[in-house]
């Protein structure tokens, strides 16, 4: 299990850029596929973006492709998200999350991840 824990969030005009944080501890992040995801209240919890261990593969939702983009620092155990031309409908909860698992990064559902952060509240204003 490796702890996460996100920062970044806040409250944001529509149009803007906001980069949120996922600082890991505990077994080696490197060797984890890292993810965030984002919920909004009831409805499901939506994938967001995925990012093999190295790197060197990444896969976004539609919704976000673009605009989103994701990154990690193996050196200093963090992930990102870079959020440019925010919208209000990317108004939710953003969490990072990891797993051990090996497989296509387009394949990953929710139940794939063991380790979960404890959320950031991210908000657009029209």
Known sequence: QVHLVESGGGLVQ???SLRLSCAASGRSFSSYAMAWFRQVPGKEQELVAVISWSGSNTFYADSVKGRFSISRDNANNTLY????SLKPE???VYYC?????VA???NFERADFGSWGQGTQVTVSS
């Not at 998200?81 to 440019?84: G, I, R, S, V």
């Not at 999350?97 to 698992?101: D, H, R």
């Open 14 to 16: 529509a149009g803007s």
């Open 81 to 84: 998200l870079e959020m440019n």
């Open 90 to 92: 990317d108004t939710a």
């Open 97 to 101: 999350a990891a797993t051990s698992l």
């Open 104 to 106: 296509a990064l387009s």
